[in-house]
């Protein structure tokens, strides 16, 4: 619906829709009210959940809700105060962000990041399926990291403990779920190349176009005035053998 008012023959009708309340821009807004209201309900159940859990269960969320209303002591609902001046006055170390903003990242990840991430989980784990040699070396990697952990906890009570199993028994019997930490994740290297070399050959969005805003300059030199349109092709520019060499398609 959205695309419609880039599409339309006579420019600027959207916008006489929109204010008449008719047509497509009718059915966008009620499309929105829906997807805007879903949001809101989720974040009123997470705030009523953590007022009532302990400090303890509550602490131990780790969705990225929870994260994003900085959890515990977070802005009531329907206030606006900025996070930051919130921070200082409640003298908090964690980010607040009110209900308007925190509804505003969740639809941009329902919109934006949903097609997307699973575009790209698809073409990396097909591509695994076709390169074993790079899942065995990302399998070694993370059994690396774990083996770290458990001799990092020696002496004390380990929560999880958990084995990668190898592509000849890929039995999951006896294994629990385990959970890695943000420093933990830094340390994959090879898995980060790895997905980055699945979103260079096979990015979600292959093509996508762009207007100026304002007068800019590439760095190529070409001139754009305000209101050029342009288009880039990612697909494309990931297969570039002078950029990636001869073997970019591997």
């Known amino acids: 619906l959205s695309l419609k008012r880039f599409l339309g023959i006579i420019p600027y009708l959207w916008k006489i829709k929109r204010a008449l309340k008719i047509g497509s821009e009718e059915r966008l807004r009620q499309s929105l009210k829906v997807v805007n209201d879903f949001a809101m309900h989720a974040i009123r159940t997470r705030r009523e959940q953590l007022a009532t859990e ?16 900085g959890h515990p002591g977070g ?15 409640r003298n908090v170390k964690s980010p607040l962000f009110s209900d308007k903003l925190l509804r505003d990242m969740i639809v941009s990840f329902l919109l934006a990041g949903r097609d997307t991430s699973s575009s790209a989980l698809t073409w990396f784990f ?6 074993p040699r790079v899942e065995d070396s990302i399998r070694a990697e993370i059994q690396q ?11 004390k009570t380990v929560a999880r403990e958990y084995t ?7 039995s999951s019997k006896g294994n629990t779920e385990v959970l890695f930490s943000y420093d933990e994740l830094r340390n994959m290297d090879y898995l980060q190349a790895a997905l980055s ?16 805003s304002k007068k800019d300059v590439l760095p190529d030199g070409t001139v754009l005035k305000s209101g050029t349109q342009i288009s880039y092709h990612p697909y494309a520019m990931g ?6 060499g001869e073997d970019c398609l591997e």
């Not at 297969?239 to 990636?244: A, F």
């Open 164 to 170: 990668i199993p190898s592509n000849e028994n890929n």
């Open 145 to 155: 990291i774990l083996d770290a952990r458990k001799s990092n906890c020696e002496g």
């Open 126 to 131: 097909w591509l695994l399926t076709k390169n």
């Open 239 to 244: 297969r570039i053998q002078s950029l990636w």
């Open 75 to 89: 802005l009531e609902m329907g206030k606006e105060e900025t996070a930051m001046k919130d921070v200082e006055d």
């Open 54 to 69: 302990s400090c303890v269960n509550s602490s131990q969320r780790k969705d990225l809700l929870c994260r994003f209303m």
């Open 197 to 212: 070399e699945t979103l260079r050959l096979y990015p979600p969005v292959p093509q996508d176009s762009r207007e100026a």
